[in-house]
């Protein structure tokens, strides 16, 4: 396999058949050893975190495909930590698509003056930033991601719808189990002209309370595996 990308928590190989396989790793997006999925940059490191991750990607993902919703998701090899997938070219350099249930984190540290932290959001706020380390991945709006030539605003359209159903679906099972989701973060590519969800759904993307208590992705992810 020939590496083509390597990404905070996963790398990116190109295979012979067309298709695309990621590697989980076992790092975290934080900050000074602090988990924070709204932070740009790896914080922290927890062994065994890579495969758990795509043990739950792969139960999302899964749940996704009953729902009739398509993803990049073919197969994946959980031993090795690996995931084939479809390949999708992502949005300019790079597209982050935040959902958000419950104001929290960067969005408070941003708008905390008009909102409290822990205010629910009606019906969920979508909003997306470009990664880019440098730049602290900065807040792009549709019209702005359409002027720069990186979406049309019908392909921005399904990938809100898309944003928010995929939240719903995650919230519910979640819920399921005693969670509460209070935002999610996704990445999206286009497959020809269509808009599909790319990368993972995983405990390290998602930010989420029980009893009012944030829960650690280690401990998150055990609480989605082992139900």
């Not at 905070?8 to 190989?13: A, R």
């Not at 719903?168 to 497959?191: H, M, P, Q, T």
Request: proline share 2%.
């Amino acid at each position: 396999m020939k590496k083509i990308y390597e990404g905070k928590t996963k790398d990116v190989y190109s295979l012979d058949n067309g298709n695309v396989m990621l590697k989980f790793k076992d790092d975290c997006t934080g900050k000074d050893g602090v988990f924070d999925p709204g932070e740009n940059t790896v914080g922290l490191t927890i062994k065994g975190i890579g495969k758990a991750n795509l043990q739950t990607s792969i139960l999302y993902f899964e749940l996704l495909k009953k729902a009739g919703i398509k993803t990049h998701y073919v197969s994946a090899d959980i031993e090795n930590a690996t995931m084939e997938v479809l390949p999708g070219k992502v949005f300019g350099h790079g597209l982050e698509v935040i959902c958000r249930l419950i104001a929290t984190g960067s969005f408070i540290r941003r708008y905390g003056e008009y909102i409290e932290d822990g205010t629910p959001l009606e019906g969920g706020y979508v909003e997306c930033t470009f990664k880019n380390d440098a730049k602290g991945d900065p807040l792009v709006t549709a019209e702005g991601l359409a002027a720069l030539g990186v979406m049309s605003m019908e392909m921005f359209a399904s990938m809100k719808e898309q944003t928010l159903k995929i939240t719903r679906i995650v919230a519910d099972d979640l819920k399921s189990i005693g969670l509460d989701l209070w935002d999610i973060k996704f990445e999206f590519g286009y497959n020809g002209d269509e808009v599909i969800l790319i990368d993972e759904i995983a405990s390290g993307n998602m930010r989420v309370y029980k009893d009012g208590k944030i829960v650690d992705p280690v401990e998150l992810t055990k609480l989605i595996l082992n139900r």
